[in-house]
């Protein structure tokens, strides 16, 4: 259709004169808008300023309370305390020097904590509270109150901080919270605003770490209004967070804390598991440190205090710590013998003392060779040359391979910091690791639990429940959570043959019930609580032709870090196994003396469920039994029960 | 064949378009989507990646489409116009059936790995419509009755759509957008006289009906009303944001606190910081300069825009043109009055400023078609 041109005129008429009513609607709008601005951004500037600057308000976030731990009675092993503390924000404080001078007249402070505390503050931005001082006591924190109205910017409040009641006892299983650090912020992706919160304290170490997304919480907020100092006038409303989940133990905090004292001051540690459920019941590395110095953030002198003790304290050597296993690896030897075929039951071999092996001479642990020798026998006097005889016999791998289906180089999965796999070497390994070929003399010292074989008390304790109940029993330290209680892991049989776990029992009990076996001074002469074990030395040095030749010089002459390892893994009672235990002590000297004695205590604390009767021990010991008791510093589960309710 | 298509030999071909673009106008919603950059690396709190590149993506995908829309004859838009109604129309139905539900609002679709927001379709689609519309009827007629019940319809059937999803803001501007396009068609005066005077007592009745079983509007649309005409009624409510976008402008003053400094979406009293209160951040930050620039700058494209049209004498392309510069200007007014507290708060982004992919890519598509107008117009 072609418009007419007269119509196409008028069309353009119309649109022109409508498109200029437009532009001027616009350039009202304009106006208007531009008016408003003009109101708003240039007359009444001051007023909105003032209100932005004092904006009345602000939301805060609300730390949640953190998870507690109690161990399986119910016992408090961590906690939240009321820490009273002082804040300061930039913003809010203005001339900041000012108000930190006149504060240090309330509060003592000292030149250097001030020069960071100036520091810290500049460096963060100027509405973040900075925390200037916690754990005041009342006096103090009633001073800073009551001066508030003329110190801007300072804000007292009352937080919760973690406590550890038990002291030391659970250090390295629980291990500590502290100050969230830069790096612990960078390694999270996404982090939760509230690690921003100055002070606000992460787990670090143990099942403080490993739970820390449940611990912790979800935050709550509050809405405040403040006056231009920053000075929260009223609440206005609050959403309360979550508080964290509640974590239920397996260990037993007075099992813990008898071991830890029996242990006393030596470089050791012990695992108590239950040999049915795998449940841990103790699990002690000593010497250890009081977590509580982490959370209040731990001065450097008792720090390096810490760090240069050659017992180190800070290390867990219970499940961090790798020995060589000495002769408690001998029952893996065996069953691995036994399991392959080639040895019987009855088999005997004739010890001389010692084994040529290609031309090197391998010694027994006594000189002048244990004679004849069956397999309870050898594991009752620990010969060693019966299992260096076996082992060549059997190899290297099956040894390996045995110890792995009896729980030991594996990783357990435990919620504790660096739980280690440990080492039951193979010739594959050894290719892969050095370059070189296995040599049957790496056997040998395999087969009595030196060379490459490394192991963690723990490892010991799983083989020796395992050893015990016949089950691939795996250990569990998390009864329950928020009381919703954790699946026990499946312990399936270890499709053992029962005649050969019989035969281990049987040489266990002669280690320490018979007359002549390595550990029987530590044995029990309760009858319902008999036990069953086995001792070990492992060598932390090689022993030379020259020092042979003078005469192998015994432990106590030697420096304390050259003295060897002592252990002892056992069981009881013998007949219906309840509780395992495994202890080793550092540079302690023989199993029999140095480790024994001890895992006897602690087993028996565990079975008879406090301080062992004297009855248990042999007669001839009782003397020295009870002065030993008398000498520990327990604690005392009656002063303790307000533990129970202490929040 | 039209007057448009009898001139064809006069039109540019091929890449030679390119000069004939109305580039002040290209040039004005780079610098206006380049000022929203800005903002959205700024409120949040200076980190790229959460809104500022996404939407620097589809600003240059955005662009594309642009010229490509410019590239492609007016004639061909303006036959089309009807179709891009009817689907507009169709996808608002299905965003009825089949949408997703966000904040309480039946408002997206998911089309494949692209969510769409129909009613950002709607608005442009109504404008090409109703020119389209009065580019076929005699101008003799704009007038009459019959022949202005028939675009009122067209702009009320979305309308409808879009309330029931329900969406105040976009029905206002969809009533607004259709209103500008009957307006610079030439219809009588007499009727927007009227129409303004029955919206008066329609918003009397709506009061009115308060508490009714008839109650026309929901209820926290009632609430918003209540806290426009005193925000410090509930100040922690509905009338915070209010309250606390207002503090944001005004403490801007003359030049602002400068940027990033701005301490009210610092510290987060800003609500939809991102979205639709992103101008009270400008103002704060860059104070009355800043927010006044902006302001100034989308004057500018509106009047390039009426420029353009009043030298076009192709009667749709002169309509489009004015119908898609208007529609802009008002949703710029429509949101500054707001954030301002001129008028009540409703959904109202920011055109090209506010962060939202739909709304960006639709509105630089729309300018593809005033491209197209200006590139073959007549000469």
Known sequence: ?647 | MSYLEANLKTVPTGLRKVLYLNWPVIILLTAVACTGFLMLYSVAGGNLQTWAEPQMKRFGLGMVAMLVVAFVPIWFWRNVSALVYVVALLLLVAVELFGDIGMGAQRWLEIGPFRLQPSELMKVALVMMLAAYYDWLDVSRTSRPLWVAIPVALILLPTALVLKQPDLGTSIMLILGGGIVMFVAGVSLWYFATVLAAGAGLIFSVLQSRGTPWQLLHDYQFRRIDTFLDPGSDPLGAGYNIMQAQIALGSGGWAGRGFMQGTQSRLNFLPEKHTDFIFTTLAEEFGFVGAFSLLMLYALILAFCILSALSNRDRYSAIVTLGIGGTLFVFVTVNMAMVMGLIPVVGAPLPLVSYGGTAMMILLMAFGVVQSAHVHRPR
């Not at chain 1, 270890?494 to 001074?521: C, E, H, I, K, Y």
Request: proline fraction near 6%; hydrophobic fraction near 40%; include cysteine.
């Open chain 1, 1 to 647: 259709m072609r418009r007419s041109a007269r119509k196409a005129q008028e069309s353009s008429r119309q649109i022109t004169r409508r498109g200029l009513m437009l532009g001027a609607a616009q350039a009202a709008m304009v106006a208007v808008l531009g008016l408003r601005m003009r109101k708003m951004q240039l007359e009444q500037a001051e007023e909105f300023r003032l209100l932005a600057d004092g904006n009345s308000v602000k939301i805060r976030l609300i730390p949640p309370a953190r998870g507690l731990i109690h161990d399986r009675n119910g016992v408090l092993i961590a906690g939240n305390e009321q820490n009273y503390r002082v804040t300061i924000t930039r913003e809010d404080a203005g001339d900041v020097d000012t108000v930190i001078a006149d504060l240090r007249r309330l509060i003592p402070l000292s030149d250097d904590q001030t020069a960071e505390l100036l520091e810290e503050i500049r460096r963060r931005a100027p509405t973040a509270p900075v925390t200037i001082a916690d754990r005041l006591s009342w006096e103090e924190f009633s001073r800073i109150a009551v001066n508030a109205p003329a110190l801007p910017g300072i804000t007292p409040d009352v937080g919760l901080s973690r406590a550890y009641p038990q002291g030391p006892d659970f250090a390295h299983v629980v291990g500590y919270v502290g100050p969230v650090s830069d790096y612990d912020l960078g390694q999270i992706e996404n982090p939760d605003p509230l690690l921003h919160i100055p002070k606000f304290q992460l787990g670090k170490l143990g099942i403080e770490a490993k739970f820390e997304d449940q611990l912790r919480g979800r935050a709550g907020q509050r809405r405040v209004e403040v006056n231009s100092a920053g000075r929260e006038m009223r609440e206005l409303g609050r959403q309360m967070g979550e508080p964290g989940v509640n974590l239920q133990l397996t260990l037993d905090y007075r099992l813990q804390n008898y071991a830890a004292a029996r242990m006393g001051e030596e470089s050791a540690a012990a695992v108590v598991m239950d040999v049915q459920t795998g449940d841990l019941l103790a699990i002690s590395s000593s010497p250890a440190f009081d977590p509580n110095l982490f959370v209040r953030g731990i001065s450097g002198p008792d720090y390096r205090a810490l760090m240069e003790n050659d017992h180190r304290p800070l290390a867990d050597k219970t499940v961090q710590g790798l020995y060589p296993p000495g002769s408690t690896y001998k029952m893996v030897t065996a069953l691995a013998a036994l399991e392959a075929g080639v040895i019987k039951p009855g088999e005997t071999v004739y010890c001389p003392g010692h084994l040529e092996v290609s031309g090197r001479r391998f010694h027994c642990w006594k000189r002048a060779g244990h004679g004849r020798m069956d397999l309870i026998q050898s594991l009752e006097q620990s010969c060693d040359v019966y299992y260096y005889d076996i082992a060549q016999r059997v190899g290297i791998d099956k040894i390996s391979e045995m110890a792995r289906r009896l729980g030991v180089a594996v990783r357990h999965d435990l919620p504790m910091s660096a739980v280690a796999e440990g080492l039951a070497p193979t010739r594959a390994w050894k290719q892969d690791r050095y370059g070189q070929a296995w040599r049957v003399g790496d056997t040998i010292n395999a087969s009595i639990g030196q060379g490459y074989v490394l192991t963690s008390p723990l490892h010991l304790a799983v083989m020796t429940a395992r050893i015990a109940t016949g089950k691939a029993v795996v250990p569990r330290l998390v009864r329950s959570i928020d009381g919703v209680e954790v699946a026990l892991p499946d312990a399936p049989d270890l499709d053992l043959q029962p005649g050969f776990l019989d035969l281990m029992r049987r040489g266990m009990s002669a280690v320490v019930n018979s007359r002549r076996g390595t550990a029987n001074g530590s044995r029990i002469v309760a009858a319902e609580w008999t036990m069953a074990g086995k001792t070990g030395t492992s060598q932390v040095r090689n022993i030379t032709a020259a020092e042979r030749a003078r005469g192998v010089i015994s432990n106590d002459q030697l420096p304390w870090n050259r003295r060897d390892h002592g252990l002892f893994v056992g069981y009881a009672p013998y007949d219906n196994p309840r509780y395992a235990i495994s202890l080793v002590v550092e540079h302690g000297g023989g199993g029999s003396s140095a480790a024994a004695p001890v895992a006897r205590d602690i087993l028996l604390f565990a079975l008879h469920g406090g301080v062992p009767p004297l009855a248990a021990y042999p007669e001839s010991q009782r003397g020295r039994i009870k002065t030993l008791q008398d000498s520990l510093q327990l604690i005392d589960p009656d002063t303790l029960s307000g533990g129970r309710s202490r929040a």
